[in-house]
């Protein structure tokens, strides 16, 4: 990832942008194409696709006056990864809490 994780969970964090990340993560699609999915301005949709951009979650190439956008696959590996280690901390953290929860009423029956 371009950004850090924060910028990158900040970018995500608004629908459209996810929605948008949904668009381009199996095609390529000019911005034109991408707005046409949304009740919102192209202007709008272009500032969205900048945040994107800017956490390096979507990557630009021009092709004529045209700007094509597609998913960055390193990036969203990366960021799987994160999320992944988010939850499998919270797994862990609920496991022992259940766990401990465990052996705190075997010590209160035995006690």
Request: proline letters at 2%; hydrophobic letters at 40%.
């Amino acid at each position: 990832m371009n950004g850090d994780v924060d910028e990158v969970l900040r970018a995500i964090a608004e629908p459209r942008r996810r929605a948008i990340l949904r668009l381009v993560a199996t095609e390529e699609l000019p911005a034109g194409r991408i707005a046409e999915h949304f009740e919102v301005t192209r202007s709008a949709v272009s500032q969205h696709l900048q945040i994107l951009k800017d956490a390096g979650l979507v990557l630009e190439r021009r092709d004529g006056t045209k700007r094509i956008y597609r998913a960055s696959e390193d990036a969203l590996a990366q960021l799987r990864e994160v999320v992944e280690s988010l939850w499998r901390e919270s797994m862990a953290r609920a496991r022992d809490s259940v766990e401990g929860g465990d052996a705190l009423r075997d010590e209160q029956v035995a006690g």
